[in-house]
Every structure is written in C-alpha cells, then in structure tokens.
C-alpha cells in the first residue's frame, strides 16, 4: 500500500446513543456505523463496512442491586462491486450484580451466535463472609469459547546458555535449546471450550469461641483449568468431573487442590502448620499427550521465642510422576529456615535442609538413590530509600547410587553443587536508576558459568 494511493480512500463514521431513565430502570441503545470506500483502481481494496446496533434494560437501586439485560447485533460488509455481507453475528445475555457488607455477587452471561457458531461467555464472582467473618469464600469463574489450531512443536538448538532448555527438553538456566511452534494446522480449527474456576474457603474459629478451636485456622484452595474439544459443552461449563481431564477430548487440563491447617500452640509465638497439595496436569496442545502429578504434604513448626528472629522446622513428603520422562520420584526432605531481622535495616535467612530421593524409570531403566544436604545463606540490606543489596550463596551435596536413570539432569549428580547470586539496586533520582547483576554456579562434570548484567533506566 502505497501513501499516493492511499488518499483515495473515504472515511464515514457515525455514532449515535439514547438513554431513557426512570426511577430505577433505564433504557438505552446504540448505533454505530464505519464505512471506508475505494474510488482508485490503483489498489485491490474497495471498501468495508461495520455497523453495530445495540439495546439494553437496566434496574438498579442504591449502587447494591443491578440487573441488565443486553444485546447486541454487528454486521460487518464488504465492497466488490456491490456491497456483500460476510458475517453477521448477534450477543445477547445478562449481568447483575448485588452488594452488602458481607456478601457479593457479579455475573456476566452472554451467547454470540453467528452464521457458523454459537460462543457461550461468562464472568462470574460470589464472595461471602459468614459468623461475624469467621468463615469466608470466594469463588471466581470464567467462560470462554475460542478456536483452537493444532500445533507441533520441537526442541530447536539456539547455541550454548541462549536457550531455555537441554536437549532432552529440561528447563535449564544454561540451556541450547527452545520449544518452537513448526506446524500450525489453520484449515481445521476446533472450537474448544476454555473454563477457570478458583474456589477457596478460609475459617476461623477465634471470630466464634474463646475455647480451644480458636487456637486453629484452615484454608482450601481449589483451582480447576479445562480447555476441552467435547461435543458436550454443558457438562464442561458445569464443571462435571466425568467430563474433566479426559484424554479424547481435553486439549489442556490442571486441577489443584491446596489444603492447609494453622494451630497457634503458644500465643503465636509458637505455630504449627499441617498442610497438602496435589496437582494433576494433562496437556494434549501438541503432537504428543504429556501427563504429571505433584503430591505433597507439610509438617512444620514456627517459633518467634527469640527476639527478632523466626525459626521454622518442616517436614515434606513429595511423590511426582511426569510422562514426559516416563518417572516417578518420592522424596523426603527436613528442613530448617532461621531469619534474623538484624539493626540497621539487615535481614540474614539461613537455610539447611537434608533429603532423601528416590527415582525410578516406567521403561524399566532402573531406580536410583540421592541423599544430600544443603546450606544457604540470604542476605538483604535495605539503604533508606535510594539502594537495596542482595546477595545469595548455596551450597549443595549430593551422594549418589543405582542406575545412571535421570543422571543427565545437573541437580542430580552426585558430587558438590555451588549457587551464587549478588544483585544491587540504586535509585540515582525519581527519574533514573541502575542496578548491577552478578550470578553464576558449578555443576558436577559441568565448566562454571559465571554472568553478569548492567542496567541503567530512565523514564521520561
């Protein structure tokens, strides 16, 4: 498109609203019209055409009730010789909201039709609070109807430590390689329905009894993701676990679930925390079906006894199952965070921790045995308001036996493992800052990686 030819095209645009109200209810409605046209038989393009028509009927009171009924008609037109339409779709559906003090609720439901399809929409968020906040909930969801492309991917070699990833895949910080989309199937799309739903529940009986519950407080978090192809849409908006995760038809999945209890055992100086997470994800977005699962629970033990510092003793068991390499790993780990919130605006956390891991192949290639221990030391230094330092230093040892299954995987060798990082942060005035980046590590049968980054920033 050249400039010369593109002053022959004419520009016409129209845009009217009314609204009516009365008392509580209100009526409105829309028009809008874009029309470009091409005199110039120097270009292909002759001209387009959107209009969009659009009513609604409201009830609202106090800014705590609303009720609206809404729809919506585009039609969009091309120019050859004539005008031709070439797609027409009509959106109608309805939204409320209602407040209080202690309960909210928000929802948007609306159906775009076409000449081709029908698309479900949805928005919807409950909030409630229960005996005097004692129990409260949320509740978040959302619908989506998109199209969905086949895809293949594959493992494309970018040069040493510019890549993402090894080549078995493996997400590394030193890595060769990225995953690069290489087909896209555009001539068969597949409509997919594209669901997110995130519950979670926190009670606390302290708001109810002097007694002994009020030493406890639990909190469950539920999160549900589908993206699925099934010919049955209403059993995925329902969130019906017989149409969940489904091999055939689900093009990605996750379900998690977090569960934890707090029991204040001394005043809140002495906490005890027992928790559990599960996470499921089964992703068929690319050529071949990859399926994982994360369990783990948590014991732990919290002490601020000690002025200024906080004490932390946890217990996790860990079980983990990946298709992509065909393994199953459990792991037990112990434990011990210790931060101390030092004079002048310096906090130091040291971190150790012992685990026992034991790995094995679904291919029968055999298991294996590490036992390590690590040490951390964190250090965080605040300068008023103008620089803040950080640095970090890692030490890890790890005692290997079995099979060599895994054995790729740096954080697997057996030998010692060093992780270092120092970053500092200055705020040069309210308009410029810079900072300054150094981290590095050392692998087992692996050279040193030293890097080093330099940032100066200025907004205007």
């Given at each position: 498109l050249n400039i010369y030819s593109a002053n022959f095209i004419k520009l016409y645009q129209h845009n009217l609203q009314a609204l009516y109200k009365w008392q509580n209810f209100s009526l409105g409605s829309g028009y809008f019209n874009k029309q470009r046209e091409n005199d110039s038989e120097l270009m292909e393009f002759k001209g387009d055409r959107i209009t969009k028509l659009k009513g609604n009927f409201s009830y609202s009171k106090d800014n705590k009730v609303s009720a609206t009924l809404h729809w919506q008609q585009e039609v969009n037109d091309s120019l050859s010789t004539t005008w031709k339409q070439k797609e027409k779709a009509n959106t109608y559906g309805i939204s409320s909201y209602w407040n209080t003090s202690n309960h909210q609720f928000d929802v948007d439901i609306s159906r775009r039709t076409t000449q081709q399809e029908s698309y479900d929409m949805a928005e919807i968020r409950v909030s409630n609070s229960f005996w005097q906040q004692a129990l409260d909930s949320d509740f978040t969801y959302s619908l989506q109807n998109v199209e969905f492309y086949p895809k293949q991917r594959e493992l494309v070699y970018v040069g040493e430590e510019y890549g993402l990833y090894d080549s078995t895949g493996t997400y590394s910080d030193d890595g060769e390689y990225i995953w690069e989309v290489t087909d896209i199937d555009y001539d068969n799309p597949q409509l997919s329905v594209e669901v997110n739903a995130n519950f979670n529940l926190y009670f606390?009986?302290?708001?109810?009894?002097?007694?002994?519950?009020?030493?406890?407080?639990?909190?469950?978090?539920?999160?549900?993701?589908?993206?699925?192809?099934?010919?049955?849409?209403?059993?995925?908006?329902?969130?019906?676990?017989?149409?969940?995760?489904?091999?055939?038809?689900?093009?990605?999945?996750?379900?998690?679930?977090?569960?934890?209890?707090?029991?204040?055992?001394?005043?809140?100086?002495?906490?005890?925390?027992?928790?559990?997470?599960?996470?499921?994800?089964?992703?068929?977005?690319?050529?071949?079906?990859?399926?994982?699962?994360?369990?783990?629970?948590?014991?732990?033990?919290?002490?601020?006894?000690?002025?200024?510092?906080?004490?932390?003793?946890?217990?996790?068991?860990?079980?983990?199952?990946?298709?992509?390499?065909?393994?199953?790993?459990?792991?037990?780990?112990?434990?011990?965070?210790?931060?101390?919130?030092?004079?002048?605006?310096?906090?130091?956390?040291?971190?150790?921790?012992?685990?026992?891991?034991?790995?094995?192949?679904?291919?029968?290639?055999?298991?294996?045995?590490?036992?390590?221990?690590?040490?951390?030391?964190?250090?965080?230094?605040?300068?008023?308001?103008?620089?803040r330092i950080f640095g970090r230093l890692l030490y890890r040892k790890n005692w290997r036996s079995g099979s060599g299954f895994l054995g790729y995987l740096p954080e697997k060798r057996e030998g010692n493992i060093w992780n270092w990082k120092f970053n500092f942060n200055y705020k040069i005035n309210k308009f410029t800052s810079t900072s300054l980046e150094y981290n590095g590590d050392s692998y087992p049968n692996q050279d040193t990686k030293h890097e080093i980054q330099v940032e100066l920033k200025a907004e205007f």
């Open positions: 606390k009986p302290a708001q109810l009894t002097k007694g002994f519950a009020k030493r406890f407080e639990t909190e469950t978090n539920v999160i549900v993701t589908e993206n699925s192809k099934a010919d049955d849409k209403t059993s995925i908006y329902f969130l019906n676990p017989n149409a969940l995760m489904k091999k055939g038809s689900t093009l990605y999945g996750k379900n998690s679930l977090f569960q934890n209890v707090w029991i204040d055992i001394w005043h809140r100086r002495l906490t005890a925390k027992l928790g559990f997470q599960y996470d499921k994800i089964l992703d068929n977005r690319y050529q071949s079906e990859q399926i994982s699962r994360y369990n783990q629970w948590e014991a732990s033990l919290r002490s601020r006894m000690i002025k200024d510092n906080d004490v932390e003793l946890s217990y996790f068991y860990t079980e983990e199952e990946d298709s992509y390499y065909h393994s199953r790993i459990d792991k037990n780990e112990i434990q011990l965070d210790i931060r101390s919130n030092l004079p002048s605006s310096l906090v130091l956390t040291t971190e150790m921790s012992y685990d026992k891991e034991v790995g094995s192949s679904n291919l029968g290639e055999g298991s294996y045995n590490i036992k390590s221990w690590d040490i951390s030391e964190n250090l965080t230094y605040f300068g008023s308001n103008r620089y």
